[in-house]
């Protein structure tokens, strides 16, 4: 059964680059895997998406290893505004259903 | 482009009532996702459409869960009856062809 786990939560400083992973024991080798930033009271907005290897766009880089067991965004120079919760998603490959992972917090500190 | 729209944004019920949360997707995109949002569970997928027909509605928790899309800017889905235990923020999402998806406000349905 595919399972897709984060760090339940996560702290850190302005300035700060801060990287969460997601461990995805069977996701699909043929889908995007994706991750989402959640406010309060808001539904889930992009932030990047990739397939292998490295991903970077203006907000945040994604890094996936060959195996496709899990992937790392990786957020530079974190400010208070990035205190969020931070979602991977990915397609398991047993029932070929879109997952999402338990989800991060990142507090983000002055 | 409004963004994906969803009324209404709070719904209070009692249980037994029926219950219909309705979602307004990006002109344009021909799919359409139902999420149920519970901090026990997480974010789940309920169901979603493609170009107006379902594909997979395995996610629909029991038979008092139904959905509809009747044309390519409306979606509804319908609780009845509710029970408290439907209680969560029930999320819609719509994208183009596999693209990124884009999410709704959501609406917060409590059921007493």
């Known amino acids: 059964l595919a399972k897709t786990t984060q760090p339940i939560s996560m702290d850190s400083y302005e300035g700060q680059e801060v990287n969460i992973t997601c461990s995805h024991n069977?996701?699909?080798?043929?889908?995007?895997i994706t991750w989402y930033q959640q406010f309060p009271s808001q539904g889930p907005r992009f932030i990047i998406q990739?397939?292998?290897t490295k991903v970077t766009n203006e907000v945040a880089s994604l890094f996936i290893p060959a195996d496709r067991k899990s992937s790392t965004l990786s957020l530079p120079r974190v400010s208070l505004s990035d205190t969020a919760v931070y979602y991977c998603?990915?397609?398991?490959?047993?029932?070929?259903?879109?997952?999402f992972g338990t989800g991060t917090r990142l507090q983000v500190f002055p | 482009d409004a963004g994906v729209i969803q009324s209404p944004r709070h719904e209070v019920t009692e249980m037994g009532q029926e219950v219909t949360l309705r979602c307004k997707p990006i002109?344009?995109?021909?799919?359409l996702f139902w999420y149920r949002q519970t901090m026990m569970r997480g974010l789940e997928l309920l169901i979603y459409?493609?170009?107006?027909?379902?594909?997979?509605d395995s996610g629909m928790p029991e038979d008092r869960f139904s959905a509809k899309m009747p044309n390519a800017s409306f979606s509804t889905l319908k609780i009845q009856p509710s029970e408290p235990r439907d209680s969560a923020v029930y999320f819609c999402?719509?994208?183009?062809?596999?693209?990124?998806?884009?999410f709704g406000p959501g609406t917060r349905l409590t059921v007493l």
């Open positions: 998603l990915g397609v398991a490959v047993d029932t070929d259903k879109l997952i």
């Open positions: 069977n996701i699909a080798t043929n889908d995007y």
């Open positions: 990739g397939y292998k």
């Open positions: 002109s344009g995109h021909n799919s």
């Open positions: 459409f493609n170009n107006n027909v379902p594909i997979d």
């Open positions: 999402a719509s994208n183009l062809a596999g693209d990124t998806q884009y």
